[in-house]
């Protein structure tokens, strides 16, 4: 089993729908659990930023974190076209061999006009 | 946050030559990393870039092929040596601040010939 499984995509929405992204993981040692927006021929950007379970909001940005189910999910409200690009689950924490950090594959998501 | 830059944004090298690439953080930072993206794949972590001291390189990369530079807290550097076209990649750096997040580079985009 891989440590984070992200579906690839690619993930096509009209403009306006609620997009769900979802990631899920194995390493219960995980606390701190991110989303990266990475636009095409871009470094990812920092989107979303979560200790333990709960949920974030900011804008149209909600992330959710299952700590019991091992699940994280990043929704996007009136998605926009400027919202088409690769969003990356990362997680991290500390375990018997240190400090471990692990990125998802990313989910490809396009926004239609 | 931390803003990184990276020089250069892109270049196109010849089989057998080599390549450096700087990493610049704003601000002081615990730790530094070194990324290679594939197109269309995800991340792939080279090493961690240790201050003061050799960095620490992941399965399948070797110091010789991808030697790196730390010499202070906010500035970094990667050579790919002896290049070949399976070295074409996106070469990201990354830094890590007090919390658990990192941040992004905009990349370095290397064409081999």
Same mark, same amino acid.
């Given at each position: 089993?891989?440590?984070?499984?992200?579906?690839?995509?690619?993930?096509?929405?009209?403009?306006?729908?609620?997009?769900?992204?979802?990631?899920?993981?194995?390493?219960?040692?995980?606390?701190?659990?991110?989303?990266?927006?990475?636009?095409?021929?871009?470094?990812?950007?920092?989107?979303?930023?979560?200790?333990?379970?709960?949920?974030?909001?900011?804008?149209?940005?909600?992330?959710?974190?299952?700590?019991?189910?091992?699940?994280?999910?990043?929704?996007?409200?009136?998605?926009?076209?400027?919202?088409?690009?690769?969003?990356?689950?990362?997680?991290?924490?500390?375990?018997?061999?240190?400090?471990?950090?692990?990125?998802?594959?990313?989910?490809?998501?396009?926004?239609?006009? | 946050?931390?803003?990184?830059?990276?020089?250069?944004?892109?270049?196109?090298c010849q089989r057998g030559t080599s390549l450096?690439?700087?990493?610049?953080?704003?601000?002081?930072?615990?730790?530094?990393?070194?990324?290679?993206?594939? %197109?269309?794949? $995800?991340?792939?972590?080279?090493?961690? #870039?240790? &201050?003061?001291?050799?960095?620490? *390189?992941?399965?399948?990369?070797?110091i010789d092929k991808f030697p790196i530079s730390?010499?202070?807290?906010?500035?970094?550097?990667?050579?790919?040596?002896?290049?070949? %076209?399976?070295? $074409?990649?996106?070469?990201?750096?990354? #830094?890590? &601040?007090?919390?658990?997040?990192? *941040?992004?580079?905009?990349?370095?985009?290397?064409?081999?010939?």
């Open positions: 089993q891989k440590e984070v499984e992200q579906d690839p995509g690619p993930l096509s929405v009209p403009e306006g729908a609620i997009v769900s992204l979802n990631c899920t993981y194995s390493n219960s040692a995980f606390q701190y659990f991110m989303w990266y927006r990475q636009y095409s021929r871009k470094g990812p950007e920092l989107l979303m930023y979560t200790y333990s379970s709960g949920n974030k909001e900011d804008g149209r940005f909600t992330a959710q974190v299952d700590k019991s189910s091992k699940y994280i999910s990043l929704f996007i409200r009136d998605s926009q076209p400027s919202d088409s690009a690769t969003y990356l689950c990362a997680m991290s924490g500390r375990d018997n061999y240190g400090q471990n950090f692990v990125f998802g594959p990313g989910t490809r998501l396009s926004v239609l006009p | 946050s931390a803003v990184i830059s990276q020089k250069p944004s892109r270049d196109i450096t690439i700087q990493c610049q953080v704003d601000s002081q930072v615990t730790m530094m990393f070194w990324y290679r993206q594939q %197109p269309g794949q $995800s991340l792939t972590l080279i090493a961690t #870039a240790n &201050q003061g001291s050799e960095a620490t *390189y992941e399965s399948g990369f070797v730390r010499p202070n807290l906010t500035f970094s550097t990667l050579t790919v040596s002896n290049m070949s %076209p399976e070295d $074409s990649s996106i070469y990201l750096c990354s #830094a890590r &601040q007090y919390t658990d997040t990192q *941040y992004f580079g905009p990349g370095t985009r290397l064409t081999v010939l």
